[in-house]
């Protein structure tokens, strides 16, 4: 069975999504902007925003192409953090997270391309949403009060596409998640919130020029959610396995490259030449020259920017766009005339990770801290992010 074979079946599909944010989160929890976050305060919001950064800071977290944006990114740090503060089990996290994943990725979904063609991040933007819901279902919140918590978290949505490349991608998702937590504590004492907010005049509609929805207008979100193999942007993943491919079939990595994608791929992935690794995860030119001189990246490979992948990339690699292909589809030509096309990258709905990929990569971004991380229902929280490392503070940043 693949690690995404039950993903219509709603648990098994959360419990794959949870396990790979675990493990993304405890891979990243030491990156310069986690590190920011923690040594923002000694506050509860502090370390949910924490968690929300060291999941999303290696950009190897889950995402859902629907919408554009990664769920588990600011609605795990969101349910788990919270979660933990009320002592609570796994079992009541899970089913939390699993609230506030079909929340955001409803209004994901709605919203898109709208907010990221206007230059939003949807992950930021949506996931307010995500994580004020999760943090109400374990508040115990009437419908009455979580719609208190969601108009409210709407109030505080951000998050700008200009931060890819940066630590601000990470952070702008860690405080999204606090935001969503802290709404929902407001609507817990009371707080009530225009219900123009959504699709009212001056609301959320008119505000980012994109649709309002909530969870159950649409399929479910996790059958559609992709487990990504690289650390990267999920837009420049068909690019990598074409380049991989190539490479296996003897395309030499100095050879004249062009590489052809979807509009939206090359906005996502807009740089053409990089200084730093964050930067290296949104170049298509660099992860085309890297993949084709190195193999595959890690997570380990964007600790810097290798100068040969560099100038490679820069001087082999063309980018082309095509808005007749799928959004996340490569073609790559090689001198030779050899072609490659990808339509569905590994780890998409359509071609998903198996078990045994899934859980070399929670090793690999975790060693063996996380096995059978999920099994135990009656666990608790805090117990789970301990064992994730989670709960010990980081370097401070300097």
């Known amino acids: 069975m693949t690690a995404q074979a039950a993903a219509g079946r709603t648990d098994g599909g959360y419990r794959v999504a949870l396990l790979d944010w675990l493990a993304c989160a405890a891979g990243g929890r030491e990156e ?3 590190r920011a976050a923690l040594a923002a305060g000694e506050g509860f919001l502090e370390r949910v925003a924490f968690l929300g950064a060291a999941g999303h800071v290696l950009d190897f977290d889950d995402t859902y192409l629907p919408g554009l944006a990664h769920l588990s990114a600011p609605v795990a740090p969101a349910a788990l953090g919270l979660a933990a503060e009320l002592d609570a089990p796994v079992g009541e996290a899970l089913d939390a997270y699993a609230a506030g994943f079909e929340a955001m990725g409803a209004l994901a979904r709605a919203a898109h391309p709208a907010l990221y063609e206007g230059g939003w991040h949807p992950t930021a933007v949506c996931g307010a949403v995500g994580a004020a819901t999760a943090a109400a279902r ?103 396995e074409a380049a991989a491919t190539a490479r296996r079939q003897g ?108 859980a070399a990569k929670v090793e690999d971004l975790a060693g063996r801290r996380l096995a059978g991380a999920l099994h135990d229902l009656q666990r608790p929280v805090a117990e789970l992010l301990s064992a994730a490392g989670l709960n010990r503070p980081a370097v401070p940043a300097s």
Request: proline residues 5%.
């Open 251 to 358: 395309v030499d990595a100095r050879a004249e490259v062009t590489v052809t994608v979807h509009p939206r791929a090359r906005r996502a992935a807009a740089y053409d030449d990089v200084d730093d690794g964050l930067q290296a995860k949104f170049s298509l030119p660099y992860l085309v020259a890297y993949t084709l001189l190195r193999g595959e990246p890690s997570a380990a490979s964007f600790a810097g920017v290798d100068a040969e992948a560099r100038a490679l990339g820069a001087d082999r690699i063309r980018v082309r766009t095509d808005p007749a292909m799928g959004e996340t589809e490569t073609v790559l030509e090689a001198d030779a005339g050899a072609v490659f096309r990808v339509a569905h990258s590994l780890g998409s709905p359509q071609r998903p990770m198996s078990e045994e990929q899934l």
């Open 138 to 240: 374990l508040l115990g919140l009437d419908s009455a009060e979580e719609g208190n918590a969601v108009r409210l978290a709407a109030l505080r949505a951000g998050g700008l596409r200009a931060a890819f490349g940066s630590d601000g991608k990470s952070l702008q998702v860690g405080m999204a998640a606090a935001e969503g937590v802290l709404g929902a504590r407001m609507a817990a004492a009371g707080a009530r919130i225009s219900q123009s907010v959504p699709d009212g005049p001056a609301g959320f509609e008119e505000a980012f020029g994109a649709h309002w929805a909530a969870a159950g207008d649409g399929g479910a979100a996790v059958a559609q959610n992709w487990i990504k193999p690289w650390p990267c942007c999920l837009m420049a993943h068909s690019a990598v």
């Open 32 to 34: 310069p902007a986690a």
